[in-house]
């Protein structure tokens, strides 16, 4: 009875993974980073020095990847042709990189092919950029997660400091902002709010009042 599936989109930064976790668990649904995958097709072009330029190789590496997201309680672990690579696609190069490799068309189309199918599947809290405009279009709820850019990244800051990474604030805002900029002004599946998406502006609330407003939305739904 719980099988609804709900997308939640928003910019780097705005506490969707977080935020996606907690209400998967609250309402008993599968939880996927779709961000993840981005990231793992990234990770691997790096790690097998293919040129980023090269989009043909990219969509060619995309189409080939095993990606495996597994969750074990509030915990996701990525998976790429079984190795683990949880930790390695969180990389500051990763990071940098990720948002030029999620704008080649024909890797999102892999992407956005392996997405479906798990939404297909079963119940999902889905995160991502496009995911209530191109994934599930369908969605029973649809979110649109944001914040300031400034309280986006205190917030990375502080998740940084506690894994031990020292970084400067500027640097950060800058780095997100680039992000951002690249997610929404690229052609294909851009960052953007779908219409019928409820928008919830995050700055001033409490993760708990963030996932609060969120299962009610979907209890409505249920
Ligand atoms: O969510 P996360 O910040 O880990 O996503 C990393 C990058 O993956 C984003 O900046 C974006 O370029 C890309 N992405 C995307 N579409 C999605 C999810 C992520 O283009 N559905």
Known sequence: MNEIRVAIDGPAGAGKSTVAKMVARRLGLLYIDTGAMY????WK??????????????????????IRLQTNKQKQSVFVNDTNVTEQIRSKEVTEHVSTVSAIPGVRTSL???????????????DGRDIGTCVIPDAEVKIFLTASLE????????????????????ELKSSIAKRDE????REF???????????????????????????SICEKQI
């Open 112 to 126: 956005v092919k392996m997405q479906q199918k798990l939404a297909q599947e079963q119940g999902v809290v889905m």
């Open 39 to 42: 990231r793992a097709v990234t």
């Open 45 to 66: 072009a790096i790690e097998e020095g293919i040129p980023l330029s090269d989009e043909q190789k990219l969509v060619e590496l995309a189409s080939n990847l095993h």
């Open 182 to 185: 690249m997610d929404s002004s």
């Open 151 to 170: 309280e986006r990244a205190r917030r990375r800051m502080e998740e940084l400091i506690r894994k031990g990474v020292q970084v400067d604030f500027e």
């Open 189 to 215: 599946a851009p960052l953007r709010k779908a219409e019928d998406a409820y928008s919830i502006d995050t700055t001033n609330l409490s993760l708990d009042e963030v996932v609060e407003q969120i299962v």
